[in-house]
């Protein structure tokens, strides 16, 4: 099944970051695609997957290059899913 390790971070924002860095270096690809209206952290490359600009980015950057955003469906509210 191959080597099997474990990482213990600090924070959600340190966690998906290293997960991105993870996955950047398993893929060998630096895109990464994140969902509009989501929250990904503090961190400089997780507010670079954070869609919302206000407050969370407001003066800081640059940010990562290669984050694509794809819209996300919200079925409770969306009429296409019978929502209001």
């Given at each position: 099944d191959g080597d099997k390790r474990t990482a213990l971070f600090n924070s959600g924002s340190e966690a998906v970051e290293n997960a991105v860095?993870?996955?950047?270096?398993?893929?060998?690809?630096q895109a990464v695609v994140s969902f509009d209206h989501a929250y990904h952290g503090r961190t400089n490359l997780t507010m670079a997957l954070t869609a919302k600009s206000m407050p969370y980015k407001h003066g800081f950057g640059?940010?990562?290059?290669?984050?694509?955003?794809?819209?996300?469906?919200?079925?409770?509210?969306?009429?296409?899913?019978?929502?209001?």
């Open positions: 860095k993870i996955a950047r270096t398993f893929t060998r690809k640059p940010f990562a290059p290669e984050i694509y955003r794809a819209p996300l469906s919200y079925p409770f509210r969306d009429a296409e899913f019978g929502g209001k």
